[in-house]
């Protein structure tokens, strides 16, 4: 196996001057995605962007990504729950997920791998914490909340004229066939049916896709999209991040298999507009971060 190849298990409970205190159980990653992060902040320091406000420097690490290679589930990997670093190719929330922790830790003035590590478990989980499978945000809607609690964005699509989202969630319980670390761990299922009805009975707002159009202009640049779905059990199916291209707001994604990170060539409303499947918007805005 190749240096650039080798998965890398970083014990944290060995290392008692450590300051995480736990947050990483273990870690997986690649040579290659630590270089990747490094010429991410080389950028960040060469376009100044530790001044610039964070949703511009969410869109410009975004941007950054642009042609780089759709990969269907990033983080779905054998063996136990860990940290899963991969920078070489994203799915849609993986490609949110990293512009959002890249640009947290420029503004911090942050800028190392490790900080990256800690930036990117303290988003992904629920809590900041890994605790096997279940702790891992799943459900947008959850990730949207549990990040609110944690001061990283406010949602504001009811704000924006967004109505109650009322259904029920539970596609991954219904559906445990479709998730590996459910088939060989039965066990998790409580824990998920749990989380699930606390997300069902949880106050939930969506913009409906027919008035995006009307509210385009308060949508800002490098706010945090999630698309609702009428998919039963299921509260979002694709995400993204909102841009201005040419006048008019669109979306900033890593799309499907086969396709590349790129700015919707349709506008946002018309992107919505054309799949039957999506009924509209979750908007959560992100917040300067402190150190």
Known sequence: MKRRDFVYYLMISGLAADPLKGVLATVMQNDEDVEICRNKFSLAVSLSLQKRPINEVIIQMGISFLGLNYKASVLEVPGPERLVV???GLD??????????????IKKD???FDRYREELTFIRYRGGVIDGYPSRLHYTSDYFHDNGKKGVWTDVTKELGGIQY???INFMSTHPEQYRQLR?????LDQIRRQEEEITKRDKYFLPKGRISLVADKIQSGDILGITTDIAGLDVSHTGIAVRHGGSLHLLHAPAVGKKVEV???TLADYLARNKRHTGLMIVRPEE???
Do not use: D
């Open 86 to 88: 991969n920078m070489r």
């Open 92 to 105: 849609c929330v993986s490609f949110y997920e990293n512009a959002l922790v890249l640009a947290r830790c």
């Open 110 to 112: 942050e800028m190392n």
């Open 166 to 168: 009322v259904k029920t």
């Open 184 to 188: 060989e761990n039965p066990r998790f």
């Open 264 to 266: 919707s060539e349709r």
């Open 289 to 291: 971060p402190h150190n």
